[in-house]
């Protein structure tokens, strides 16, 4: 069952993301996080330091896990996801980094790091929320079009996403070809999930989510049968979906 919550801006998405995930922590202190990188969490991250800072929520017990990584980035490249995950969230709570998990994107053996990730994820019981964002070709985690991959992989990644995270690196020839990124039986094996998409780029990918076909040339569009997803968007997000009413 999909939930839609239609925000005005990026501002009010964050708040309802943060109030969520924070709702979760409040509700059980230990609980386990899966957490999303890229530009759309960052807001929530934010409000979450916040609420941290002012007495409201504690990370101690709190474990997460991440979607994905690049391969061949250091976890202290400024672009690595461990980097980001470190700055825009980790260094500023009091969680406990050894609960903290990150893809290995260094692996000399991908596949195996793979598998270790999924018996982490089992370990933990998996994830009582999944934050995803979503890509502009309907990708979420880094599992991108073309079929459906139930565990943590190895993937090319596509044209459309090496050009959109491009804006974080000097040029597009220097984004990582590569990436390592928790399956669909990972992400769907959270209790709940929260996706978050904010603007006109990311209209036409939440609406094939939403109302399209379940078919891997959406990967996003496998939500469609989790018992529990929300979906936080802006307006400009859910254009095509307000064109229907």
Same mark, same amino acid.
């Given at each position: 069952?999909?939930?839609? /919550? ?9 708040? %309802? ?12 202190? !230990? ?13 929530? /991250?934010?409000? $979450? ?31 690595? /996801? %461990? ?79 090496? $050009?959109?995270?491009? %804006?974080?690196?000097? !040029? ?18 959270? %209790?709940? @999930? ?12 939440? /609406? ?5 076909? @379940? ?15 929300? @979906? ?8 095509? $979906?307000?064109?229907? @009413?």
């Amino acid at each position: 069952m999909i939930t839609l /919550y239609t925000e005005d801006n990026y501002e009010a998405l964050s708040r %309802r993301t943060a109030d969520l995930i924070g709702a979760e922590i409040i509700h059980n202190p !230990s609980c386990v996080l899966g957490l999303a990188t890229g530009s759309s969490p960052i807001g929530a /991250y934010g409000l $979450l330091i916040k609420a941290y800072a002012e007495g409201k929520l504690d990370f101690s017990k709190v474990k997460t896990v991440n979607l994905d990584e690049y391969i061949g980035l250091e976890g202290t490249h400024n672009q690595s /996801y %461990r980097y980001f995950m470190d700055t825009q969230l980790f260094n500023h709570v009091n969680i406990d980094k050894v609960n903290t998990n990150v893809p290995d994107g260094m692996a000399k053996d991908i596949d195996a790091a793979g598998k270790a990730y999924d018996e982490l994820i089992a370990s933990l019981g998996g994830t009582d929320v999944q934050l995803l964002g979503i890509g502009e070709n309907g990708h979420i985690g880094f599992n991108e079009p073309g079929e459906f991959v139930a565990g943590t992989h190895i993937v090319d990644l596509s044209e459309s996403t090496i $050009l959109a995270n491009s %804006r974080l690196f000097n !040029s597009a020839d220097e984004v990582p070809k590569q990436a390592i990124t928790m399956g669909l039986h990972g992400i769907m094996s959270a %209790r709940k @999930i929260i996706l978050i998409a904010s603007g006109a780029k990311k209209a036409d990918a939440l /609406y094939q989510t939403i109302k399209g076909p @379940i078919t891997p040339e959406v990967p996003a569009s496998i939500l469609q049968l989790h018992p529990n997803v929300v @979906i936080v968007a802006d307006e400009a997000a859910c254009s095509k $979906l307000q064109e229907e @009413i």
